[in-house]
């Protein structure tokens, strides 16, 4: 179990861990061209690897602090196969984040990605697994 910001309620198991990897994600998206460019400093100065790992390092902070603060969470719009279904949401630097952790034949679903990249409300399908090889 994790503390976020004092004052905030606590979150801990599976609903931290998504919460965390879906903020995280879409934070290493929004910063994508920033780490690429550290990262190919880094390859030419290893003085410049270090400052790459750190704003990794930050994001990754970052993203605790999110997965912990209720506040930063609101409710979303998401529809599976045409249903609605309770979702929270949130926007980091313009990117949109979707997120639905539940406990039926759907659970565990995020999705971001770049400003307005999504409908309103984000529609999703479900997919066999069988059309994955």
């Given amino acids: 179990m994790h503390g976020g910001p004092p004052g905030s309620p606590r979150l801990g198991g599976p609903e931290h861990l998504i919460r965390f ?4 994600a879409v934070m290493l998206a929004a910063n994508e061209a920033r780490i690429g460019e550290l990262r190919e400093r880094g390859d030419k100065h290893d003085g410049n690897r270090d400052v790459m790992f750190r704003a990794v390092h930050d994001l990754n902070a970052d ?6 603060d ?13 249903e609605p279904v309770e979702a929270i949401g949130l926007t980091y630097e313009g990117w949109p984040l979707i997120l639905h952790v539940g406990t039926s034949a759907i659970a565990d679903i995020y999705v971001y990605g770049p400003p307005r990249a999504f409908t309103e409300p984000l529609a999703l399908s479900r997919v066999s697994a069988a059309a994955y090889p």
Avoid at 21 to 24: E, I, K, M, P, S
């Fill in 21 to 24: 990897d879906a903020a995280f």
């Fill in 63 to 68: 993203a605790e602090r999110i997965a912990c």
């Fill in 70 to 82: 209720d506040a930063a969470w609101g409710p979303a719009r998401l529809t599976v196969d045409g």
